[in-house]
């Protein structure tokens, strides 16, 4: 045979072989990877023969434990925030980046495990706390939903972050979260053991909603509150003491006041905002505001007395009242309420003395004396030498009544003083 015919079969059998043998290598890889995967998900779903580190769960409790440790649950924090009790800045705005950055689900997790450890109570408070507020910021909806569920709807220390997370609710979706709010209360969730009733939790809630929806339906606002028993409705109101209630609010909330809260509390109502607007000294706003909602004469008159529930220095590096602070009062009060003038000098000087505002009682008689000369009647310093701080110095007290005009009234401090 001439070999030169063989020559073409046999080349192509080289050429057939140089591309099989590469192929068949392939096949062999994949299957030997086939049988790789095989044996691990095999072995994921056998029991685990593994021992567990019996360490695991110690290295997590000391973790934990040091972390709730440098933070304290505050729930009266101003816009949900915790106290932060860090030693070390850096570490409290590490932590605070990976709670913004975890997703709810990883919230809940971290949720999850802390429950299944033996924590101190007040370390797991801190972490449950810090957790579920940073789960409000992200879904306030979600992070209600979870409150019920883990039945912290009634504890205390939830109290201000259940108001926060619901006013942050009722700003994304009012409809939604008025629903739910309705439910827990037909619930009996916000259910009071208190003597009188009143549940303190449903009435800051309460507060937190009417305050939403006035700011968007002053109608719905008055609906919700006259939902309300009378006899609480001024407390619901009152409670914008704890915060301001913006201008642009003011007129549609003592509109509200005057038209729902009952006549005998309305006039405390409208006032329980001054002690916002009066800062050392400075009255201005509180007579824009009284002048912005036309407060009524009982109204200044109720007004002129909260605006001495927290008097601080005008000076803001002095520590105590001085007679300049107590005269820039009495012009203000005499501009609103004339006829409270000496009454809210007297309230003022005798808190004064008992130790609220930081003045001596020799201060403080010295200026009741002085007043009351003004005045051109004993009231001031008949009402000052009938207080507790006098019955403390009876000495001076004593002397100082002889300064009293009216006999009678002379003899009655002298009595009081005995």
Known sequence: MNPTVLIPPAIALILVGAWVVPKRRSIAVLETECARLRNTITAAEAPSTT????????????????????????????????????????????FRQRMAAMSTAEIIAALDEIAALDLPPRVRENLEWTLLDAMARKDPAA?????ESRGLMKSSLYEYLISYTLQAWAQKDIAAAADWFDEQIAAGTFDSKALDGVSSSRRTLETTFIRILLGSSPEAAARRLAALPEDQRGDVLSMYSLTNVPEEMQLAHAALIRAKVPAKDQAETIASQIPNLVKRGDYSAATAYLDRIAATPAERAASVMEAIRDMYPKNPDSGKLSGEDFDALREWVGAQAPDSVDRVTVEALTKGANGDYKITFAAAADLAVEYSAQSGNDEVLAGFLTSHAARRNKAVARDLAAKIADETRRAEILNFLK
């Open 51 to 94: 021992r567990p580190d019996p360490l695991e769960k110690r290295r997590k409790i000391i973790e934990w434990t040091k972390l709730g440790t440098q933070f304290q649950s505050n729930p009266m924090m101003s816009g949900g925030s915790i106290s932060g009790a860090m030693p070390d800045p850096r570490e409290a705005m590490r």
């Open 143 to 147: 992070a209600l939903g979870l409150l």
